[in-house]
């Protein structure tokens, strides 16, 4: 199974700051025939489903805000917020789909600092 | 728009089952394929495993091989997960999720609201 190991486990960072959250994964999920990279993040809020954010890596969902944006390739990933909102206070999962079994990140959870 | 909703929470004793159902609308149901997610109370989250709408083939993890069915109603556009021999540690949300394409290696770009599983004796 691709191990997805998320860094830090948690974050507090002031509003209007950048937050930054890694994702490093135990083997390339780079599929060499289309370049593509078989990453996606999520963020969760209490008491909610998880919400896709990013997907490909880097192609930002329609409808989520462009202060989020995807880095990375092979196995090293990013997840940052260029400008931290209020809103953002929430759990972020990285998840492979190159490969099954699909696995996750153990999460990193985002405070205000 | 597109809608995944889910059936209520479940309260089983260990060794029983449960049926979970998640019926989609807004879209065309067999053009996507649905993953089941679950996760344990303030833990992370776990793939369960992927039924295609379109003819029914099915991946599980090997953890859950044998323990695990997945079915598709197209008439009702409805999935169903049941998990069988149910354990303290089956404890649970579990959430349907929609696969942006056809295939199990895919990612999710919808939610189920979802199921809470309790498994107390």
């Known amino acids: 199974d691709i191990v997805m190991t998320q860094s830090p486990d948690s974050l507090a960072v002031s509003l209007g700051e950048r937050a930054t959250i890694n994702c490093k994964s135990s083997?390339?999920?780079?599929?060499?025939?289309?370049?593509?990279?078989?990453l996606a993040w999520y963020q969760q809020k209490p008491g909610q489903p998880p919400n896709l954010l990013i997907y490909?890596?880097?192609a930002r969902e329609s409808g989520v805000p462009d202060r989020f944006s995807g880095s990375g390739s092979g196995t090293d990933f990013t997840l940052t917020i260029s400008s931290l909102q209020a809103e953002d206070v929430a759990v972020y999962y990285c998840q492979q789909y190159y490969t099954t079994p699909l696995t996750f990140g153990q999460g990193t959870r985002l405070e205000i600092k | 728009q597109v809608h995944l909703v889910q059936s209520g929470a479940e309260v089983k004793k260990p060794g029983a089952s449960v049926k979970v159902s998640c019926k989609a609308s807004g879209y065309i149901f067999s053009n996507h394929g649905l993953t089941w997610v679950r996760q344990a109370p303030g833990q992370g989250l776990e793939w369960m495993g992927w039924i295609s709408a379109y003819n029914g083939n099915t991946k599980f993890p090997q953890k859950l091989q044998g323990r695990v069915t997945m079915t598709t109603d197209t008439s009702t556009s409805t999935a169903y997960m049941e998990l069988n021999s149910l354990r303290f540690d089956d404890t649970a949300v579990y959430y349907c999720?929609?696969?942006?394409?056809?295939?199990?290696?895919?990612?999710?770009?919808?939610w189920g609201q979802g199921t809470l599983v309790t498994v107390s004796s």
């Open positions: 083997q390339s999920i780079l599929y060499s025939s289309t370049n593509r990279n078989y």
């Open positions: 999720a929609r696969g942006k394409g056809y295939s199990y290696e895919d990612f999710l770009d919808y």
């Open positions: 490909w890596a880097s």
